[in-house]
């Protein structure tokens, strides 16, 4: 006997609705899969040639240590497998947590972004091996200095949105960026917890919404096919019948074998409905391709051939 769930169906009218959450929107929140300060003094090729990504705290720091001249930069990157690839992004905000020590005793801390398709490892990126500014990839984004009501604030948090920029400079799996001050000058200075932090809460954050397009159904079965990331396919299907319909649903394996686990039947409305199928529950192989089966009142059979992708 096959397992029920549910499935979510709606009219396109009712998701475009003002306030309305559409259906296959997402939210997440990603946590950096890794994070390093490199630091530069003059004089001393130890620090630049020494690795701090463990450490539980970023700097981006232009001053002096023992009277020399130093300087701090951030790296930064966070895994985007979990997005599927055809998602279209909405809005991208990076949290940032002080560790309550900024400073602009010589002028403005603001600092400036830079998008990375260069590989750096966190256990031993360093000043001297790092990214600088000409291995960058295309323009940077400022982000401002640390002022509440036009004067520096040692304690302020940041939320960037970055929407914009990660849309230009993601690649498919990663958005990888280091930030330094956007003028080097001694004393002038920004500090943040790193993901090493022992409070979760205080460890920076990219949290990303995004929608994943409804898919058209085909008559007829072909080659064609979508990757599925996730447990949710997202379909469109034009119903003429008046007053309703009901859809069977079927999944097939490489072998047109029917799997079990999927719910056996819903109903759609005249129009166009927007229809979310869970997956959850059943047996899917990373790699493998599949079938949806949709058969209406009628008999009449539609299909979407997908590659399910972890």
Request: charged share 25%.
């Amino acid at each position: 006997m096959k397992k029920v769930v549910f499935i979510i169906v709606s009219i396109w009218v009712v998701l475009s609705v003002k306030g309305q959450v559409p259906i296959n929107q997402k939210t997440v929140t990603l946590s950096p899969s890794k994070d390093a300060m490199v630091w530069l003094k003059h004089g001393d090729d130890v620090f630049k040639n020494t690795n701090y990504g463990l450490n539980d705290h970023l700097r981006i720091i232009a001053g002096t240590h023992g009277g020399a001249l130093s300087f701090y930069r951030t790296f930064m990157e966070f895994d985007l497998s979990s997005i599927p690839q055809n998602a279209v992004v909405t809005d991208v905000k990076l949290y940032l947590y002080a560790q309550g020590d900024h400073s602009q005793t010589s002028g403005s801390n603001e600092s400036r972004l830079y998008a990375l398709s260069t590989s750096w490892s966190e256990s031993t990126i360093t000043w001297e091996n790092s990214p600088k500014e000409g291995d960058a990839d295309g323009s940077s984004l400022l982000i401002p200095a640390s002022n509440t009501g036009g004067v520096n604030d040692p304690n302020k948090d940041y939320i960037v949105d970055v929407t914009e920029f990660f849309n230009e400079y993601r690649t498919s799996n990663a958005f990888s960026y280091f930030i330094k001050l956007e003028t080097e000058v001694k004393y002038r200075k920004l500090t943040f917890y790193s993901k090493d932090y022992a409070t979760v809460s205080k460890r920076p954050k990219l949290e990303v919404t995004y929608t994943v397009p409804f898919v058209e159904l085909l008559p007829e079965l072909s080659s064609d096919f979508i990757k599925l990331k996730g447990d949710v396919l997202y379909i469109k299907y034009d119903e003429e019948e008046v007053p309703s319909s009901i859809l069977n649903y079927r999944i097939l394996d490489f072998f047109q074998d029917e799997l079990s686990g999927l719910p056996t039947i819903s109903s759609v409305l005249p129009g166009h409905n927007l229809i979310a199928i869970d997956l959850a529950s059943v047996s899917l192989s990373n790699g493998e391709f599949y079938i949806l089966e949709v058969t209406d009142s009628h008999g009449e059979k539609k299909y979407l051939r997908f590659k399910k992708i972890i």
